[in-house]
């Protein structure tokens, strides 16, 4: 008899060929009663590789995030899904999002108990409630790791840039660069506290460096794109000498769409965040100016190693430090 392979196991387990690959090679994405019944399979025909002991168990890492339809947080999925082929095989790390706007379900998927989990990563804005929630699971002795935003000031690690930095930087651009003197403003989302952490830092530089070029306006486009839109529009009304732009948002591209239609505010220095195939056209037309990407990728990786450190399958402690954003103009792509 050979040695026994994929279908072999998929045969005895009951599951896809597709299903034992990811397992196997710790891929993610796979129930944990479907991990279970693999490995045992695997087992009993003898598969010659190593495989963890029975007795350790599935080790769950849930990562919750919102936002599925943006590229960010579509990119910062598609980071965990490749980076989680890298652990044990029994270690599982399971991917899914929630609605933004509703902190009731953010807390009751923080403090569900459906199935047992080592550890959890959160990508999700701040609340009382959500807070309270990773409060509670932490102080059962849950590791949480959040990361890009914090769901909490107090409790568990943070894996992210410096956004104070990023809104200093963007309002240096914007003053030392700008084609023209005028007032500025500023979009951002107000329930996240990076957003807010990149507004403080926006503002302060310009109240630290006065002169003609001054932040005179905030928006709160709540990373909506109509919203962000009819918010730029008013301003271009509202400040016809317009020079400067910092979203520290989403929704870039619907700030892009009223620009491009508006040739005569192609004088406006514009700073984003993420480099998608939107902001990146944008540069390439001299719409944006600068993009501060804050590599999602390096996030995922880092709270998935700090993760591991806490469950002891790593002897290597993370790095801890801010996680470097980079700085994207047109002549870098």
Same mark, same amino acid.
């Not at 339809?69 to 599982?92: C, G, H, M, N, W």
């Not at 005028?182 to 506290?193: D, E, K, L, N, R």
């Not at 591209?253 to 939107?278: C, K």
């Given at each position: 008899?050979?040695?026994?392979?994929?279908?072999?196991?998929?045969?005895?387990?009951?599951?896809?060929?597709?299903?034992?690959?990811?397992?196997?090679?710790?891929?993610g994405?796979?129930?944990?009663?479907?991990?279970?019944?693999?490995?045992?399979?695997?087992?009993?025909?003898?598969?010659?590789?190593?495989?963890? /002991?029975?007795?350790?168990?599935?080790?769950?890492?849930?990562?919750?995030m919102?936002?599925?339809?943006?590229?960010?947080?579509?990119?910062?999925?598609?980071?965990?899904?490749?980076?989680?082929?890298?652990?044990?095989?029994?270690?599982?790390?399971h991917?899914?999002?929630?609605?933004e706007?509703?902190p009731?379900e953010?807390?009751?998927?923080?403090?569900?108990?459906?199935?047992?989990? $080592?550890?959890l990563i959160l990508?999700?804005?701040?609340?009382?409630m959500?807070?309270?929630?990773v409060?509670?699971?932490?102080?059962?002795?849950?590791?949480?790791?959040?990361?890009v935003?914090?769901?909490?000031?107090?409790?568990?690690?943070?894996?992210?840039?410096?956004?104070?930095? $990023?809104?200093?930087?963007?309002a240096?651009?914007?003053?030392?660069?700008a084609?023209?003197?005028?007032?500025?403003?500023?979009?951002?989302?107000?329930?996240?506290?990076?957003?807010?952490?990149?507004?403080r830092?926006?503002?302060?530089?310009?109240?630290?460096?006065?002169?003609?070029?001054?932040?005179?306006?905030?928006?709160?486009?709540?990373?909506?794109?109509?919203h962000?839109?009819e918010l730029?529009?008013?301003?271009?009304?509202?400040?016809?000498?317009?020079?400067?732009?910092?979203?520290?948002?989403?929704?870039?591209?619907?700030?892009?769409?009223?620009?491009?239609?508006?040739?005569?505010?192609?004088?406006?220095?514009?700073?984003?965040?993420?480099?998608?195939?939107?902001t990146?056209?944008a540069?390439q /037309?001299?719409?944006m100016?600068?993009?501060?990407d804050?590599?999602?990728?390096?996030?995922?990786?880092r709270?998935?190693?700090?993760?591991?450190r806490?469950?002891?399958?790593t /002897?290597?402690?993370?790095?801890?430090?801010?996680?470097?954003?980079?700085?994207?103009?047109?002549?870098?792509?």
């Open positions: 008899m050979g040695k026994p392979n994929y279908r072999d196991i998929a045969r005895q387990a009951g599951v896809g060929t597709a299903t034992v690959e990811r397992v196997l090679n710790g891929r994405g796979v129930r944990p009663e479907l991990v279970e019944k693999v490995i045992i399979a695997a087992r009993s025909l003898e598969y010659p590789r190593t495989l963890p /002991d029975t007795h350790r168990g599935l080790l769950r890492i849930e990562v919750l919102v936002r599925p339809e943006t590229t960010f947080y579509q990119r910062l999925s598609k980071a965990f899904e490749r980076i989680s082929a890298t652990p044990d095989p029994l270690v599982v790390v991917r899914s999002f929630t609605e706007m509703r009731e953010i807390a009751r998927r923080i403090l569900s108990t459906d199935l047992p989990r $080592a550890g990508a999700v804005p701040s609340s009382p959500i807070r309270a929630a409060e509670k699971v932490i102080a059962q002795g849950l590791p949480v790791v959040h990361v935003t914090r769901a909490s000031n107090r409790s568990g690690e943070f894996v992210g840039i410096d956004n104070y930095a $990023a809104g200093r930087t963007a240096l651009f914007i003053s030392r660069m084609r023209r003197q005028g007032p500025v403003v500023a979009i951002c989302h107000p329930i996240y506290q990076v957003h807010r952490d990149r507004i830092g926006f503002s302060e530089y310009f109240l630290e460096h006065p002169g003609a070029t001054s932040f005179q306006w905030l928006g709160f486009g709540l990373d909506e794109e109509h962000s839109a730029l529009a008013s301003a271009l009304k509202t400040y016809p000498d317009l020079a400067g732009l910092y979203n520290a948002g989403g929704a870039n591209s619907a700030l892009i769409e009223v620009l491009r239609r508006q040739a005569r505010e192609r004088n406006i220095f514009f700073v984003g965040h993420e480099l998608t195939d939107y990146r056209k540069l /037309d001299d719409i100016d600068v993009v501060l804050q590599a999602p990728e390096a996030q995922a990786r709270s998935l190693d700090l993760v591991l806490r469950i002891g399958l /002897d290597i402690e993370p790095d801890r430090a801010p996680i470097r954003f980079i700085t994207i103009t047109k002549e870098g792509l």
